[in-house]
């Protein structure tokens, strides 16, 4: 795909991008509702095109997270299917009024809602984002221009082709969910330039890929962020709760974004709890690495470097420090934070206030894991991603930041003196 191609794809989904403005909210969920039944129904299609991908995987030398990230099954298959079912119970977020004025001239002000028109999403190796993308811009009346990795050039081509077969069926034009398949790495170059074309850039991916995408970008960015997780344990914890959060923070799955990435333990706990904890780690395959404190308790744990404590492993890999006080951890937390997800597990009410309070990121836990940071969990339906900037959305990306609000002014032959 030459320049000049690429241009013509992403107007010919501005153009679907006006199309879908005029779509009503029932017209939308029976897009969603096909889409949903379709998935379920070309499963198998999905699988064998996925199935291409994870062998390719080897050839382009992909860590375990990349290929784990890149893997679907029947349930993750579900899963999307399900949030695209999620969506279709949400109200429509566009063409609410939220807040209406008439002015002492007569002059009716009404704020709606409304889509943003063309919406660029610039992700890696995870192939349910192209179908999470597509839905979400649909439900929320935009078109998408999708640029996925050529790690899941297979999937993300076949999941393009149920969309277009949901989008056919319903006289809506295909260029409403336009994937650029062409793996020339210029072309993102040239897509995050088209200012007039994309109104919103979302990079979904490792921190370089979103670095790249927030430096390079001349259209406005929703920056997803990078996941640095903490969990801290308390001492006025009850270690009955806390296991199983730390466990399931770190092994449920490991290469993603909201998993467990540094765990710290008050000191008054450490010494009984940790050696319990290690060997329920180890029995899930975790490679424990601690500072000197840890390792006087566990001599054979790995020493951690510097550099673990800003590290985003993705993988089964556990940093471990003990730390003297609630105040000790906020200023670590403080230090590494990556602003994603982070947790206290304690049963003491003041200790939680202050946790959640004094740490500054888009989700803050107490005695839950860190794991829940995800649309779908949160009731939002599908995610385009996470976002730890503070202007426009924070937090999961579901329907409402895809929208932006206009002003409509209602006049009788009003003039301005």
């Given at each position: 795909?030459?320049?000049?191609?690429?241009?013509?794809?992403?107007?010919?989904?501005?153009?679907?991008?006006?199309?879908?403005?005029?779509?009503?909210?029932?017209?939308?969920?029976?897009?969603?509702?096909?889409?949903?039944?379709?998935?379920?129904?070309?499963?198998?299609?999905?699988?064998?095109?996925?199935?291409?991908?994870?062998?390719?995987?080897?050839?382009?030398?992909?860590?375990?997270?990349?290929?784990?990230?890149?893997?679907?099954?029947?349930?993750?298959?579900?899963?999307?299917?399900?949030?695209?079912?999620?969506?279709?119970?949400?109200?429509?977020?566009?063409?609410?009024?939220?807040?209406?004025?008439?002015?002492?001239?007569?002059?009716?002000?009404?704020?709606?809602?409304?889509?943003?028109?063309?919406?660029?999403?610039?992700?890696?190796?995870?192939?349910?984002?192209?179908?999470?993308?597509?839905?979400?811009?649909?439900?929320?009346?935009?078109?998408?221009?999708?640029?996925?990795?050529?790690?899941?050039?297979?999937?993300?081509?076949?999941?393009?082709?149920?969309?277009?077969?949901?989008?056919?069926?319903?006289?809506?034009?295909?260029?409403?969910?336009?994937?650029?398949?062409?793996?020339?790495?210029?072309?993102?170059?040239?897509?995050?330039?088209?200012?007039?074309?994309?109104?919103?850039?979302?990079?979904?991916?490792?921190?370089?890929?979103?670095?790249?995408?927030?430096?390079?970008?001349?259209?406005?960015?929703?920056?997803?962020?990078?996941?640095?997780?903490?969990?801290?344990?308390?001492?006025?914890?009850?270690?009955?709760?806390?296991?199983?959060?730390?466990?399931?923070?770190?092994?449920?799955?490991?290469?993603?974004?909201?998993?467990?990435?540094?765990?710290?333990?008050?000191?008054?706990?450490?010494?009984?709890?940790?050696?319990?904890?290690?060997?329920?780690?180890?029995?899930?395959?975790?490679?424990?690495?601690?500072?000197?404190?840890?390792?006087?308790?566990?001599?054979?744990?790995?020493?951690?470097?510097?550099?673990?404590?800003?590290?985003?492993?993705?993988?089964?890999i556990l940093s471990v420090a003990v730390v003297d006080s609630l105040?000790?951890?906020?200023?670590?937390?403080?230090?590494?934070?990556?602003?994603?997800?982070?947790?206290?597990?304690?049963?003491?009410?003041?200790?939680?206030?202050?946790?959640?309070?004094?740490?500054?990121?888009a989700c803050v836990y107490a005695n839950a894991s860190t794991r829940?940071?995800?649309?779908?969990?949160?009731?939002?339906?599908?995610?385009?991603?996470?976002?730890?900037?503070?202007?426009?959305?924070?937090?999961?990306?579901?329907?409402?930041?895809?929208?932006?609000?206009?002003?409509?002014?209602?006049?009788?032959?009003?003039?301005?003196?």
């Amino acid at each position: 795909m030459n320049t000049e191609e690429l241009i013509q794809a992403v107007q010919a989904a501005r153009h679907a991008a006006g199309q879908l403005a005029l779509l009503t909210a029932e017209e939308k969920d029976a897009l969603l509702q096909s889409f949903h039944d379709k998935l379920l129904e070309k499963r198998e299609f999905l699988l064998e095109a996925n199935r291409k991908d994870r062998e390719k995987a080897k050839e382009y030398g992909l860590s375990e997270a990349m290929t784990e990230r890149l893997t679907l099954t029947e349930r993750r298959i579900e899963e999307i299917a399900e949030g695209a079912a999620q969506l279709i119970r949400l109200p429509d977020p566009c063409g609410r009024t939220l807040d209406r004025r008439t002015l002492p001239n007569g002059l009716q002000i009404l704020r709606t809602t409304v889509p943003f028109g063309v919406i660029a999403m610039i992700y890696e190796s995870r192939p349910n984002v192209t179908a999470d993308a597509a839905a979400l811009c649909l439900k929320s009346g935009n078109a998408c221009v999708l640029r996925g990795g050529k790690e899941a050039h297979f999937t993300n081509a076949a999941m393009t082709e149920i969309l277009h077969e949901v989008l056919r069926e319903a006289g809506v034009e295909e260029a409403a969910v336009t994937s650029i398949l062409d793996p020339d790495r210029r072309l993102v170059n040239e897509l995050l330039t088209l200012r007039g074309l994309i109104d919103l850039a979302i990079p979904r991916g490792g921190a370089g890929l979103i670095r790249f995408v927030v430096e390079m970008s001349t259209v406005p960015v929703i920056e997803t962020g990078s996941g640095v997780c903490h969990t801290y344990v308390d001492k006025a914890a009850d270690l009955a709760k806390a296991l199983p959060i730390v466990i399931n923070a770190k092994t449920q799955r490991p290469s993603v974004c909201n998993a467990m990435e540094t765990l710290l333990i008050h000191q008054d706990i450490a010494e009984n709890w940790i050696p319990v904890l290690f060997a329920a780690l180890r029995e899930k395959g975790v490679e424990l690495r601690g500072d000197e404190r840890v390792r006087a308790i566990m001599p054979d744990v790995n020493p951690a470097e510097e550099s673990d404590w800003s590290t985003e492993y993705g993988a089964l890999i556990l940093s471990v420090a003990v730390v003297d006080s609630l105040e000790a951890a906020i200023a670590h937390i403080r230090k590494y934070s990556t602003g994603h997800s982070e947790c206290i597990v304690s049963e003491d009410r003041e200790a939680i206030r202050t946790f959640m309070n004094q740490i500054d990121a888009a989700c803050v836990y107490a005695n839950a894991s860190t794991r829940f940071t995800d649309g779908f969990e949160f009731g939002f339906g599908a995610e385009i991603g996470i976002s730890t900037q503070k202007l426009h959305v924070r937090g999961p990306v579901g329907l409402e930041p895809l929208v932006t609000y206009k002003y409509k002014i209602f006049g009788n032959g009003q003039i301005r003196e």
